[in-house]
């Protein structure tokens, strides 16, 4: 986002990021690491790598899509994104963004699908040390990334991803949920949409997409809620645009899901 102090021109940072995917192709050590910033809005096109990316949002809201689904990375959390995927992503709010891009060798059993991860203080304080830039290589410095890949693989999953069903007719209901969240949405309207039989649509909603319907309807409003929270709106506008007849029922709802209450949730952590 910034130069010598100064916010990048959108064609500049399409540029800085060309220049950045040569760079991740040509390194020759196990994990690269690197920091960016985007400002609120910015959209990078579909594009892939070689290498997976583990991406932490030390600020901001980060928002990765692919034909598989979509997944929100807030402050604190992390995501993995193997290697040839082929993804976008959008800035919900300015981002900083560290990344780690690992070598296919540097795991012997890398994941193979997307994972959102809450991270741990040791990995939070190894990912900031890894691209700090070293004076020179170092034992230190392997260490450093050693260590890191052995954190990511301990850390534990959020529910901050969204699977899309490949069945179209499906998939146009799930868009159209998005468009319009609610809390109230029935298994038995969208059974009815698909002509199917209440247990027939549960199967085939979690064969589409590997999750139920409730759980999927409450990921859909963590997505949509996390980007209108980061940005500082009310936590009860959130709650009753959703559709949850009160502020302590959507509460509730966030902290099964993320943990923590939405106030406390964005809730400055400690810098190093």
């Excluded at 999953?157 to 809390?183: K, Y």
């Excluded at 027939?200 to 929270?229: C, D, H, M, N, Y």
Aim: net charge positive.
């Amino acid at each position: 986002m910034t130069k010598s102090g100064q916010r990048l021109a959108v064609s500049e940072l399409a540029t800085l990021h060309v220049e950045r995917l040569a760079a991740i192709e040509a390194a020759s050590e196990p994990v690269y690491a690197i920091p960016a910033e985007y400002p609120a809005g910015y959209h990078v096109k579909p594009h892939s790598h070689s290498r997976a990316q583990f991406v932490y949002a030390r600020a901001g809201v980060v928002m990765v899509s692919s034909v598989q689904g979509r997944w929100m990375v807030p402050p604190q959390h992390a995501l993995w994104i193997p290697a040839g995927l082929v993804h976008t992503v959008d800035m919900l709010g300015d981002v900083a963004m560290l990344s780690a891009y690992v070598a296919p060798h540097a795991l012997a059993d890398p994941p193979t699908v997307v994972r959102v991860v809450a991270l741990t203080d040791l990995a939070r304080a190894l990912i900031i040390e890894a691209v700090a830039p070293p004076e020179a290589k170092s034992a230190r410095h392997d260490l450093v990334m050693a260590l890191l890949l052995e954190e990511v693989l301990r850390l534990p999953d959020r529910p901050l991803g969204l699977p899309f069903p490949s069945d179209i007719r499906l998939a146009a209901l799930c868009r159209g949920f998005m468009e319009n969240p609610s809390a109230r949405l029935v298994i038995d309207d969208w059974a009815e949409r698909l002509a199917m039989s209440r247990r027939a649509f549960t199967r085939f909603f979690r064969k589409e997409t590997g999750i139920s319907l409730s759980t999927w309807r409450q990921q859909a409003a963590v997505f949509t809620a996390l980007p209108r929270l980061s940005a500082g709106e009310a936590v009860t506008a959130v709650a009753l645009d959703l559709g949850y007849d009160s502020v302590s029922a959507f509460t509730t709802m966030f902290r099964r899901m993320l943990g923590a209450a939405p106030r406390a949730y964005f809730r400055a952590p400690e810098q190093y």
